[in-house]
């Protein structure tokens, strides 16, 4: 159980990574107006914003991680815990605030695997 909810907090992980990519580098190329459903103006406007959103999305994707190699098995369940909890609450700010959609993009997956990670 413990490899599948490790596998899952790692997924979370690479999916903050992607969003980092997304946010800081594609936000006004094509992939990033298509995936955000912005127009080149609108993106234009809010590169700066999206980029200081990506690199927070870093930051848990970076905890996740540090959680994932931790040797000592207490700690390292600590700072999964605690990041997971960070992707859940920023995921339900932004299904609450921007799109429900992002609930199940972001905050579901971490719910996933912080459960499974209590059941390990």
Request: aromatic share 12%; with cysteine.
């Amino acid at each position: 159980m413990n490899a599948i909810a490790d596998t899952l907090v790692a997924l979370v992980a690479a999916l903050h990574v992607y969003f980092l990519i997304l946010e800081m580098f594609l936000w006004t190329k094509p992939l990033g107006l298509k995936t955000f459903r912005n127009s080149s103006e609108k993106a234009a406007d809010s590169a700066v914003l999206a980029a200081n959103q990506g690199l927070y999305n870093g930051f848990l994707a970076a905890g996740l991680v540090w959680g994932l190699v931790q040797a000592i098995p207490g700690f390292a369940f600590q700072i999964k815990v605690f990041f997971l909890l960070c992707v859940i609450v920023a995921g339900v700010y932004g299904a609450a605030s921007v799109s429900r959609g992002i609930l199940f993009v972001q905050a579901a997956p971490a719910a996933i695997a912080l459960v499974l990670l209590w059941l390990a």
